[in-house]
């Protein structure tokens, strides 16, 4: 049994239509990201996910439960770590998750929570003397100290320097295997590809993209750029059919294309023939981070005949 499925979800508010009949899963023991820009209806589907509003229509269900009809038993079985989170700053690290553990029947012990965020060395310290990334770590022990089976995590590396952003990753990846579901919340493409196992991009209400990060960044990457460095010389004898291609900027050439094989075997074999050295040559594909800029630019009619074709 999946530990989410949503069926034909939706939620209208006045004027507009938040989510707009979606449909997806996420199993048991994965980390699955749900992406979209403001206004897409991410946030308002996580919130009824979480129990915290009510759908209009379709149909969602966490752990097998309804997170309405359901909703204090879906507490004590799921964990919640906000963007941001209002805490105490005169409590201790220990006071602040001993207050937290009280809200559940079988709480996980609290030293195994703090050694396990990398946070046992502070249990005294007041919260507002921690740094930003001890705070967050903070944070996620409070969502995951009553032993959830699965854990909404939202925007968990925001404003934190790239030391600390790996370390939360690490801990993520620590949660995951231990055999914690995640429902990933995030703007940072590295991060999702770091982390998610598949993840879905929502635009004006409708899923426009659902699969594992490497399968959506082979199907939408509309080409390829090749480079190589010219050493500021003239490319001379390239065959026409390459010449119509490439461009110089800053010494450097760029072949753009949708099929980077056969220009790759014709710019090699013109490199062996004229004894070109084709310096720092590179051939990259769309990052995930186009993938989902051009998914998120594109209106509901777009989204949808794509979907189609």
Known sequence: MPVISVADLTKSYPGRKAVN??????????????????GAGKTTTIEILEGYRIADGGVAKVLGLDPQADRMELKQRTG??????????????????AAFARLYARPESQEKVLASVNLAHVTRTRVGNLSGGQKRRLEIALGII????????????????????????????????????ILLSSHYMDEVKAL?????????????????????????ASHATIRFDTHGKPLAGLPASLAGLVRIEHGVAIIDTADPVPVL??????????????????????????????????GEEAVTREAAE
């Open 196 to 220: 998610a196992d598949r993840m879905a991009i929502m635009v004006d209400g409708k899923i426009a993209a659902e699969g594992r990060p490497e399968e959506l960044q082979a199907l939408h």
């Open 265 to 298: 075997h014709q710019l090699t074999g013109w490199a062996i023939e004229h004894k070109a050295d084709l310096a720092s040559l590179s051939v990259n594909r769309q990052s995930l981070e186009d993938i989902y800029l051009k998914l998120a630019g594109k």
């Open 21 to 38: 009949g979606i449909s997806f899963e996420v199993q048991k023991g994965e980390t699955f990201a749900l992406l979209g820009p403001n």
């Open 146 to 181: 009553g032993s959830p089976e699965l854990l909404f995590l939202d925007e968990p590396t925001t404003g934190l320097d790239p030391e600390a952003r790996r370390k939360i990753w690490t801990l993520i990846r620590g949660l995951n295997e231990a055999g914690c579901t």
């Open 80 to 97: 919640l770590v906000l963007q941001t989170t209002a805490l105490e700053p005169e409590l201790t690290v220990a006071e602040t998750l």
